[in-house]
Each structure stands twice: as C-alpha cells, then as structure tokens.
C-alpha cells in the first residue's frame, strides 16, 4: 500500500486485531482499496438471500470437510469457520454478546471441530458448526426470521424460501397456517470470478469494496473470541493435554 498498490487479501485478513488496526488506518491515510477474500460473500446463494432479510433471529449452521493436510498451522475456526462468521455477521449487523464454544482436536494438534453458540445483542442466537475430520462435505446455512425461513446450500448454489401465510381459515385453531415455498432466481457465477470482479471494479472507480477491511477485522475479531473460548473451555474440562501449546 505504501508503494501504491490497491490489495486484496486473504482471510484472515491478519493475525491479530492489531495488525488489522494497523492495516486499516494505512489503507485510509494512503486512500488505498483494501478488501478481504471472505470467498462466501460472492456465492451467488448469498448475494440471491441480501434482499430477503428482515429480521435474523436464529442460525443453524454446518461446514463440514474432509481431512486434508493444508492449513493445519491454523484451527478449524480461522481455517473454515470465519467463512460463516463473516456471512452471519453480514446478515446480522448487531454486536456479539456472548459465545459458547466447544472445540477438539482430531487428527492434528489444533482443533479440528468445533460447535459455537453466538448470541447477539439484538437477541438473534447463531449456532455453528465446523468439522475438517467428516466422511461427507456440507456447506449450508439456514436461518429463521418473523414468518420465514430461509436454506441456503453453499455448495448447490441455491436458496428455499419457505414463508408462513395467513391462509383462509387462519382464525380456526384447527387449521394450520400454510407454508408457500419459493426459490429465488440465483444468478449462476463463479465466487472467485465474481470476487476478483468486484475488487477489479472497486479498483477503477475508487469505491468501497464489498468486503472492506473492517469486515474483515470484525469476523477475525469472532474467530478469535472463540478460540479463546474453545481454550477456556478445554481447560475446564482438562483436556489441555490433548491440545498443542
């Protein structure tokens, strides 16, 4: 940035909070287009699912992989789990209240799964799931707001919208509210094209990046939080053994 140049970064966007501080102060005394590589914003299920939301008020979600010898200087939460954060987070748009978090490790010295429950100030409750030692791939999320629900497959790229009517008879206790199933119109693209596009476009007309570097700072910020949970937990139950230093 110092030389000039607009960046796009992986995630995590840095190790620690304060070099993401210091990041973000440099790329706005520079006037720098800095953007985070949170892949998940750009699938077409989410950027489908962005007009949809009224009021998030419960999460359930899964990313589920097999093992594989790649990132393993890093636990399951940086390394999958802060994709979701960021997607969760993005939806939400309320600060965190409080995390429970249980996490192990399996086949490599750092946690390799790991279940979270995050409430957020405006009551909305997100629970996550994320596993590098499954038999099977899954990556959905699926949240409920008034008279909705809404699935997202990451993988399959779509999204259901199922939505509560009144129905005809909704004053008799016997007749159960209808259920009206939709599938939103998904515009099929590539999230890695779709990703370097924006940043590209970003670039070219000096505008804020979809994912700025303070998204980026906010689903690190999470991600750690629950690490230190994860830790504190294990420490309690004395599983500290099972754990690297």
Known sequence: MESGIDILIEKPVTASLAEADELIRLAQRLGRIAQ????????PAIRATLSLITQP????????????????DIDVVLDLMI?????????????IKEIRAVGLPILSGKTDIANVR???????????????????RVRKLRFFQPKQYISIDYTRQDVLLFTVGEGEHAGAPSINP???????PVVAEEPLHAELKSFLDSVRTRSKPVVPLEDGQRALAAA??????INDHSRKINLELLRSS
């Open 36 to 43: 985070v590589g949170h892949l998940e914003r750009f699938n």
């Open 57 to 72: 008020m419960f999460f359930e979600v899964h990313r589920l992989s097999v093992f594989t010898p790649r990132s393993l």
């Open 83 to 95: 994709h979701d954060l960021d997607v969760v987070l993005s939806f939400v748009r309320s600060p």
């Open 118 to 136: 995050v409430e957020f100030d405006s009551g909305c409750v997100a629970n996550f799931t994320a596993s590098r030692v499954s038999t099977e």
């Open 178 to 184: 209808q259920i009206k199933v939709a599938k939103p």
């Open 224 to 229: 750690l939080d629950i690490t230190a949970a």
